[in-house]
């Protein structure tokens, strides 16, 4: 199953979401009626009834930044903090007179939109590609790139490193592009296995090169910090695509130079 597959599954949970919050909405009340058909109250649940009626996935490992109009963000953080504070509530903790909680629910959604889950909400880092005017061919590698993730099982972090090598093709971009881009993929909820074809897609779609390979190596707290418990723990897995995925010595050469790069760690 490809991940264009996994996206292309409907999705229960947003439809019924959608649904409740219409039948919340009083349509002869709402001053938003048009054609006598309500819109949805929350600002959520506007964006989801956007994105459903294009067909857009919304999966926690996409980006939504396309689809958000003017304000809309601003909004979102203000209903993701009232959720906040209602799910604190829930796990009774006093909000009101605790002085350590009392505002972390805006600290939590302000983490979530703007610094953890930001490749979801905010648009790709500017990246200027050249064209390969030198027709560079030889093979290199950038890394270790610092990952930062969260897994979307738990909500909880994925923290590593990853290693890009290239075989430019078309176009090249700058070496710090390749940690700007990496940051704004992992910065959704994740699970490795996705992160990682999704990291190469943007790179393909960046500067198209004739070899691609990452590999990325990290710990989950889902398993360290909870459930097994196991502190040590890592997830290594990889992508190769075009000529690293072709040409065997390509590909040897590729592991080979991102394994000097990792005795330096
Ligand atoms: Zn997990």
Redesign the pocket.
């Known amino acids: 199953m490809t991940l264009d597959d996994l996206k292309s599954m409907p999705s229960l949970e947003a439809d019924f979401d959608v649904a409740v919050s219409n039948m919340r909405t009083p349509s002869t009340s709402c001053a938003d009626d048009v054609a006598g058909q309500a819109l949805p109250s929350t600002i959520s649940s506007r964006i989801r009834q956007r994105l459903q009626g294009a067909g857009i996935s919304f999966f926690a490992n996409d980006n939504i930044a396309n689809h958000l109009e003017e304000g809309e963000l601003e909004a979102l953080q203000q209903e993701v903090t009232d959720q906040v504070r209602g799910l604190l509530k829930s796990l009774v903790i006093d909000v009101d007179n605790d002085h350590n909680t009392m505002e972390t629910a805006e600290r939590v959604a302000k983490m979530y939109l703007h610094e953890v889950f930001k490749g979801r909400y905010h648009h790709q880092p500017k990246v200027a590609s050249f064209p390969n005017v030198k027709q560079l061919d030889e093979i290199y590698t950038v890394g270790p790139i610092t990952v930062r993730s969260a897994?979307s099982?738990?909500l909880?972090p994925i923290l590593g490193h990853c290693w890009i090598g290239i075989q430019p093709g078309e176009r090249v971009i700058g070496l710090s592009k390749f940690s700007r881009i990496a940051d704004w993929v992992f910065s959704r909820p994740h699970i490795q296995e996705e992160a990682v074809i999704i990291l190469a897609d943007e790179i393909e779609a960046l500067c198209r090169p004739e070899g691609l390979g990452i590999v990325l190596k990290a710990q989950?707290y889902?398993m360290k910090w909870r459930g097994v418990k196991e502190p040590q723990a890592s997830m290594v897995n990889s992508v190769v695509r075009g000529s690293f995925r072709s040409n065997p010595s390509m590909k040897k050469e590729f592991f080979d130079l991102i394994r000097q790069q990792e005795t330096l760690l």
């Open positions: 897994c099982h738990h909880v989950h889902c």
